[in-house]
Each structure stands twice: as structure tokens, then as C-alpha cells.
């Protein structure tokens, strides 16, 4: 069994993208050129961030700090004022691309901001706008990701990822259930979200059971992050704002503990059925 799902994660995605596709790489790429030509253009299109600056307020575009969260979202606030929908479409543009070429952190930055901007939109505008767009955002951005990676870059991949190609098929093949196997990996902090998009093309995980399992496995983080800006845009500078996240970060440890269960569950399964096999024979 081992070796026949290996076999067929070298060869590509599952059997049925493969067919869907009768056996060419060409669509998916048009897809992703097609999808990142049209999000470049809407992104060019729309008014730029420096139309909301002034000399003694510049925009902080990779914030650290709490006053430079504040005086990002004080500036795309004022941006939404001016421009009303166009900012968020302009952060999910930019959302979408940066997860597709794989920008470390992109994600995370976004959420905060997300969370800072429309958590006073309306009432747990936090839940209501700023999660849905993060959880759409990465979901789509990863799909592009996986279909970039599976058209034009997995030759690329396999020979910059070699042990970790390895890990990552020898862990899928060894599970019954490639769906829970891949949502436990989507919530372990261990391994990164960026490499599990690009890879997954390499093993047999069918695209429709990638994207579920990425939406599914990114909601806990992007609720952490959300919900993390719209403390800090309630906060002073200088004051704490991760004590009120301490739920959710429990609750983010509890989900992954739940997603690890099916496959602990499989390894379990299979190493009795070893030994059972081994004690038969003696």
C-alpha cells in the first residue's frame, strides 16, 4: 500500500486531478496566470497606500511593534474612509499573492492588520469581516500555491526538499485517511504552511482534500490572529495585549491535539497488526 501511494505522489496529484487534466500540466498554470495577472492589475488599479500618508505618519510595512500596528491601522482606516470597499480589496489581493509565492509571515501580518482595521466596522467585526477574509485569503492563496507548484516548479522542489519530500510521502502513505493526516499537519505549529502547499503536489493528496483541509486548518490561527488585532487596536502602547488571546490559544492546542488523533489512532492500529502479524508467524 506504501509503495503504491509513493508511487503515485512522485507521478503527481491524486488520480482524478490528473485525469481532470488528461494528463497536462498547461491548465492549471493558465489558471494561476490568469488568476495573478487579474489580482496584479485590480492591485495596480487601486490608490495607493501614500495617499493616506503625511510627514509625520508613514506607513510600517512589516509592523513589530504595538504603536506601529497602531499607526497602521490609524492610516488604513483612514484609507477605508476615503476609499470604502477598495482596501479590503486591495489586503485580499495582496493576501492572495503573497501566500501563493510563499512570502514568510505575509499571513500572519495580515490577519493582525485585519483584525486592527475592521474589528470596529461592526460590532465583532473581528468574526465577522477580518476572519472570513484571512480564512478565504489563505485558502486561496495556498490553492494557487499548490497549482504554481504542481505545473510549473515540482522537479524544482523534489531536488530542493529532497528528506523533507520524503518525510512528508512517507507520512501520507503510511495513513488510511489523507484528509486527517494533512488537517493535523495544517495545525501543527512544526511544520510550515508554505512547505505543506508546495509538497502536496508531490504526494497523493487530492487537490479537493487540500483545499478543505486548508480551510479547515487554518481558521484557528487566523482566529488567534484576528482576534489578537483587535485587542491591540483597543489597547494603549505599552500595555499587554495577548492576555485576553489565552482562550484562543487554548483552544488553537485542542484542535490540533483533535486533528492528531485520527492518524495516532492509524499508527497505533497498524503497529498492533504488526505484531499481531509477527507473533503469528513465530
Request: a positive charge; one cysteine or more; charged letters at 15%.
Amino acid at each position: 500500500r506504501m509503495a503504491s501511494r509513493l508511487e503515485s505522489g512522485r507521478s503527481g496529484p491524486c488520480s482524478s486531478f490528473s485525469q481532470a487534466t488528461t494528463g497536462s500540466r498547461t491548465l492549471p498554470a493558465i489558471i494561476v496566470f490568469v488568476i495573478v495577472v487579474v489580482s496584479v492589475a485590480i492591485f495596480l488599479l487601486l490608490p495607493p497606500i501614500s495617499s493616506v500618508e503625511t510627514k509625520e505618519r508613514k506607513f510600517v510595512w512589516r509592523p513589530s511593534t504595538v504603536v506601529d500596528f497602531q499607526q497602521d491601522k490609524e492610516l488604513l482606516a483612514h484609507y477605508r474612509e476615503l476609499h470604502k470597499w477598495k482596501l479590503l480589496v486591495g489586503m485580499f489581493v495582496s493576501y492572495v499573492l503573497l501566500q501563493a509565492f510563499c512570502v514568510p509571515g505575509s499571513g500572519t501580518t495580515l490577519n493582525v492588520l485585519a483584525g486592527c482595521i475592521f474589528s470596529d466596522v461592526v460590532h465583532h467585526g473581528e468574526y465577522w469581516i477580518a476572519l472570513p477574509f484571512a480564512v478565504m485569503g489563505a485558502t486561496l492563496g495556498s490553492t494557487l500555491c499548490y497549482l504554481l507548484s504542481y505545473s510549473t516548479c515540482s522537479e524544482f522542489i523534489q531536488h530542493r526538499f529532497p528528506r523533507q519530500i520524503e518525510w512528508l510521502q512517507n507520512m501520507i502513505a503510511d495513513q488510511d485517511n489523507v484528509f486527517f493526516c494533512l488537517l493535523s499537519l495544517r495545525f501543527s505549529p512544526l511544520v510550515p504552511g508554505w512547505f505543506i502547499s508546495i509538497a502536496s503536489p508531490l504526494t497523493p493528496v487530492p487537490l479537493w482534500q487540500f483545499v478543505l483541509a486548508t480551510l479547515l486548518g487554518v481558521c484557528p490561527v487566523s482566529l488567534v490572529a484576528v482576534k489578537t488585532g483587535a485587542t491591540l487596536t483597543r489597547l494603549e502602547s505599552g500595555e499587554g495585549g495577548l492576555v485576553e488571546n489565552g482562550k484562543h490559544v487554548g483552544l488553537l492546542l485542542l484542535l490540533a491535539a483533535l486533528a492528531a488523533l485520527p492518524a495516532l489512532y492509524q499508527r497505533l492500529k497498524a503497529k498492533q497488526y504488526s505484531t499481531t502479524g509477527l507473533k503469528g508467524f513465530r
